[in-house]
């Protein structure tokens, strides 16, 4: 399965008791199944304002990975990078934070972004 991230919410007693009893009457097989149907259900109907949001902010679907050869190679060609991802972004554990605030200009993830905590810590003025 593709990598994934824990979220947390809250929901009034009576909501939670309708979905218990959508459970129970085995239409899902349990609580996860129902909102992750639900999430799923929504991002199926707001598809056409995703499709521009994603189209105008030029964003990259999927996984995206940086490493130290890449952003060296970057640098060595004068080039600043402006990272717009929808999905993961991932910046190895081989980037130094300077190396990390020389390359990269600005960084917009729609998802998860993972990257050693000195790392984020060097680019949080450049996060969005």
């Known amino acids: 399965m593709a990598e994934t ?17 959508m459970v129970q009457e085995g239409a899902y097989s349990n609580r996860t199944d129902f909102i992750r149907t639900a999430i799923r259900s929504q991002l199926e109907k707001h598809n056409f304002e995703i499709q521009q949001s994603i189209t105008r ?9 940086y490493d130290q050869d890449d952003l060296e190679q970057k640098k060595a060609k004068g080039e600043k990078v402006k990272i717009r991802v929808l999905g993961l972004l991932h910046l190895a554990s081989d980037i130094s934070p300077n190396l990390a605030r020389e390359v990269i200009e600005s960084i917009q993830v729609r998802g998860i972004f993972q990257a050693s905590d000195k790392v984020k810590t060097a ?6």
């Not at 902010?57 to 990975?65: M, Q, R």
């Not at 680019?123 to 969005?128: E, P």
């Open 5 to 21: 991230e824990k979220i947390t919410i809250n929901m009034n007693a009576v909501d939670l008791g309708k979905i218990d009893l």
């Open 57 to 65: 902010n030029s964003f990259v679907i999927g996984v995206l990975t």
């Open 123 to 128: 680019l949080l003025d450049r996060t969005k």
